[in-house]
């Protein structure tokens, strides 16, 4: 999934106004996980590239990696 969410979107974390991130994989399956899942890909410029997610059988995430960074 390729994700590019600006610093100032990351800010509503954390003020806590936002819990989750939707976004849309590459082949069309809209995925929701919680935003803190990110927290260890921010940057000062928000969070940007491909990441791989994982889910578990019950369809939870079991886990988020970043496989490349912007260019």
């Given amino acids: 999934m390729d994700l590019a969410i600006p610093a ?8 806590g106004e936002v819990r989750e991130v939707v ?8 995925l929701r ?15 940007h590239g491909r990441f791989r997610i ?7 995430l079991a886990g988020i990696e970043r496989v490349s960074c912007p260019v």
Avoid: I, K, M
């Fill in 8 to 15: 100032a979107a990351l800010l509503r974390l954390y003020r």
């Fill in 23 to 30: 976004a849309r994989a590459r082949d069309g399956r809209v």
């Fill in 33 to 47: 996980f919680p935003v803190a899942a990110l927290r260890p890909f921010v940057s000062r410029d928000g969070v």
């Fill in 54 to 60: 994982r889910c578990d059988a019950g369809q939870r």
